[in-house]
């Protein structure tokens, strides 16, 4: 995946400057435009809405950008092989010493792209359901 | 994908009481078929109900649909068969993002749970929500009726099941 994004990201960039120059050029080199455009990343204001970025309202784009923000706050680390938590539960894999992994304020742990995910979707851990920005304030609060 | 086919050996492999799972074609990961016995000691006890789940690429993070192929009579699921239970529906947007979360998807749910939590709807049908209106209401008002709807629905499955 990560490598199809990155591919259709210069596409992206030659339709741009394809676009100054009249447009001819572009379909020289790539003939019929794509009938599809899979590049444009896609965001989930809520857990039942899915939009492409250049589609998001204002009030969305502030939402998800918060979002991101408290995501990158929640600490990570690699596995260090402790038996208590043994697989990531959203992938049903066992951990491997090194892994990367994300903790949340309720200590479940999960891989950071697996949970990563999830949290954009919805900011509740998966496991008990505790709602990650108030257990985040709360944890302020404290300190 | 790798989650979706490693469910599947896993059930296999250590099958849940109730039912049974399989795919509906072999190239075709994303789509499965699953025998739902009757649950005992409830109205469909008996029948062999067939199922499919069908996964979105998204899944785990997105919630499969279910969609009983039999003909079944129930108050949560609809004529055409779609499954309406709160496992298989995605958190709303609500104020925070979580209201009732727990009732709903996550991402940590698999296939068993799902189908535990069918087998639990069948012996227990929610009348707070029906998909199935008419089958509420005969549940509710006129339980002898619904009833027999219900018994006709556990033959015809044996017959098919032949």
């Known amino acids: ?143 | 994908m790798k989650l979706i086919s490693a469910s599947l050996v896993e059930l296999n492999k250590n099958p849940v009481e109730g039912f049974s799972a399989g795919l509906i074609d072999d190239n075709d990961i994303y789509r499965w078929e699953v025998l739902i016995i009757g649950p005992p000691e409830t109205l469909y006890e008996g029948g062999f109900f067939k199922a499919q789940l069908l996964f979105p690429k998204e899944y785990p993070l997105r919630p499969p649909r279910m969609k009983f192929v039999t003909e079944i009579w129930h108050p949560n699921i609809e004529r055409n068969g779609d499954v309406c239970i709160s496992i298989l529906h995605e958190p709303g947007d609500d104020k925070w993002g979580y209201e009732q979360a727990s009732e709903r998807w996550l991402p940590v749910h698999t296939v068993e749970t799902i189908l535990i939590s069918v087998i639990s709807m069948l012996a227990d049908p929610n009348d707070e929500s029906p998909a199935n209106v008419d089958a509420a209401k005969e549940w509710r008002e006129s339980y002898t009726d619904f009833k027999r709807k219900v018994a006709r629905c556990v033959r015809k499955s044996q017959e098919e099941c032949l």
Not at chain 1, 49 to 61: A, F, H, K, M, Y
């Open chain 1, 1 to 143: 995946m990560g490598n199809c994004l990155k591919g259709s990201a210069a596409d992206d960039i030659s339709l741009l400057r394809g676009s100054e120059s009249a447009g001819d050029s572009v379909s020289d080199h790539l003939g019929l435009p794509p009938p599809y455009r899979e590049a444009v990343p896609v965001y989930y204001p809520s857990p039942n809405i899915s939009r492409p970025v250049n589609q998001l309202t204002e009030e969305e784009q502030v939402k998800i950008a918060k979002r991101m923000g408290l995501i990158q706050h929640l600490p990570t680390g690699s596995y260090d092989g402790c038996k208590k938590n043994r697989e990531c539960v959203i992938c049903m894999v066992e951990f491997l010493v090194g892994d990367n992994v994300r903790y949340l304020p309720c200590m479940h742990i999960y891989h950071v792209n697996c949970i990563d995910d999830w949290l954009m979707r919805s900011f509740t851990c998966p496991s008990c359901m505790e709602p990650v920005d108030a257990a985040l304030l709360t944890s302020y609060e404290a300190s």
